[in-house]
């Protein structure tokens, strides 16, 4: 148990000074996640960058913090190109454990919409892609500990996740190399 909730504690210590470091919440989840169960995959983080802020900045998407952590759980669980027809139905496991981090961060953060989560945490929502307003929203500690904890937390409910169901696992069974 104790080496669990080390591993915890590391999973959340990297995602806040990812976020808190290079920005971008959605990568540095899995960034993060990757560097905890010792996993690298380039293309899934390279195909988060877009995610970030609510989708482009927008933040009328869901969490990048969020996306990052489906990515990651799609990653090791999902369905491949090579069984598109998926007869084994992979794809519901995924659903259901992607299902699974959604409701622990509706726990924790009352939705996985992006601007909801800012008004959340800030009091109020702001459009990323203004320079003013994301001036704002960086003098608000946007990076300083408002978003690193919100990704460190994404990052631990996922890998906490990923431990509970055993997609280790599952992606080692699969004889996919890490």
Do not use: W
């Not at 802020?53 to 969490?63: D, E, F, K, N, Y």
């Not at 496991?93 to 945490?121: H, M, N, P, Y």
């Amino acid at each position: 148990m104790e080496d669990r909730d080390k591993l915890l504690q590391e999973a959340y210590r990297l995602g806040f000074e990812y976020e808190r470091t290079f920005r971008g919440c959605s990568q540095c989840v899995i960034a993060a996640i990757q560097d905890t169960i010792g996993i690298k995959e380039d293309s899934v983080f390279k195909s988060a960058t877009g995610f970030a802020g609510g989708i482009g900045l927008s933040g009328i998407g869901p969490c990048g913090a969020f996306s990052g952590g489906v990515m990651v759980l799609s990653h090791l669980v999902g369905r491949e190109r090579s069984n598109f027809s998926d007869p084994e139905r992979i794809r519901f496991k995924c659903f259901d454990v992607s299902k699974k981090l959604l409701d622990k961060f509706v726990a924790e953060f009352g939705t996985i919409v992006c601007r909801d989560i800012q008004c959340r945490i800030f009091g109020r929502p702001y459009y990323l892609r203004d320079p003013d307003e994301f001036k704002k929203f960086h003098d608000a500690g946007a990076h300083d500990e408002k978003c690193p904890d919100v990704v460190g937390k994404a990052v631990r409910m996922a890998v906490e996740l990923i431990m509970d169901q055993g997609l280790l696992d599952i992606f080692a069974a699969k004889g996919t190399t890490a």
